[in-house]
T-cell receptor, first 113, second 115 residues
Framework: EAQVTQNPRYLITVTGKKLTVTCSQNMNHEYMSWYRQDPGLGLRQIYYSMNVEVTDKGDVPEGYKVSRKEKRNFPLILESPSPNQTSLYFC????????????FGPGTRLTVT | AQSVAQPEDQVNVAEGNPLTVKCTYSVSGNPYLFWYVQYPNRGLQFLLKYITGDNLVKGSYGFEAEFNKSQTSFPLKKPSALVSDSALYFCAVRDRETSYDKVIFGPGTSLSVIP
């Protein structure tokens, strides 16, 4: 089944404790992206990747890191999480960046206390 | 800069009635436009897109949208609403010339279809 998977689905952590949210797609997609969803703000892009070893900042990159060592994986790293990073996070992928729709993972609900 | 507006936070419609979810956009160049739906506790699902050609595009679950370049709008429509259409709907835009690598999402519109 074609899908985007994220782990964990739910995470509660404390300020400053490094964490990684994994994202994997099995569709051989070139483009991958991370979003955060907050009430009233919709989805805001954190980072995206056009291909392996190519990443770039979205609109809200502060406090996040990403890497794209393999085509299928695109982990999101919070090196020192803060309470303002409490949010619902989505990973997405698309065949190419151009006119193609994105496929979204199920989401990761992160709470930072 | 790109932007997307969905002027209604909430839309209520009776089952069987037509529904419209509004979307207006701002881009420097020509747009790619998308609609996505989010059901509770789920990720977003693609509904339809406008790339080029016919301004009226049809998508999943009986939804359609009409690209209007002069009004910079892309409203989502369905002739007869179902209770199962109740969800959060997002409009998104990608500027095909100036920032094709970024997608901007609107804030979302919550649709409630009342039995």
């Amino acid at each position: 089944e074609a899908q985007v998977t994220q782990n964990p689905r739910y995470l509660i952590t404390v300020t400053g404790k490094k964490l990684t949210v994994t994202c994997s797609q099995n569709m051989n997609h070139e483009y991958m992206s991370w979003y955060r969803q907050d009430p009233g703000l919709g989805l805001r892009q954190i980072y995206y990747s056009m291909n392996v070893e190519v990443t770039d900042k979205g609109d809200v990159p502060e406090g996040y890191k990403v890497s794209r060592k393999e085509k299928r994986n695109f982990p999101l790293i919070l090196e020192s999480p803060s309470p303002n990073q409490t949010s619902l996070y989505f990973c997405a992928s698309s065949l190419f960046v151009w006119a193609h729709e994105q496929y979204f993972g199920p989401g990761t609900r992160l709470t930072v206390t | 800069a790109q932007s997307v507006a969905q002027p209604e936070d909430q839309v209520n419609v009776a089952e069987g009635n037509p529904l419209t979810v509004k979307c207006t956009y701002s881009v420097s160049g020509n747009p790619y436009l998308f609609w996505y739906v989010q059901y509770p506790n789920r990720g977003l699902q693609f509904l339809l897109k406008y790339i080029t050609g016919d301004n009226l595009v049809k998508g999943s679950y009986g939804f359609e949208a009409e690209f209007n370049k002069s009004q910079t709008s892309f409203p989502l429509k369905k002739p007869s609403a179902l209770v199962s259409d109740s969800a959060l709907y997002f409009c998104a835009v990608r500027d095909r010339e100036t920032s094709y690598d970024k997608v901007i999402f609107g804030p979302g519109t919550s649709l409630s279809v009342i039995p």
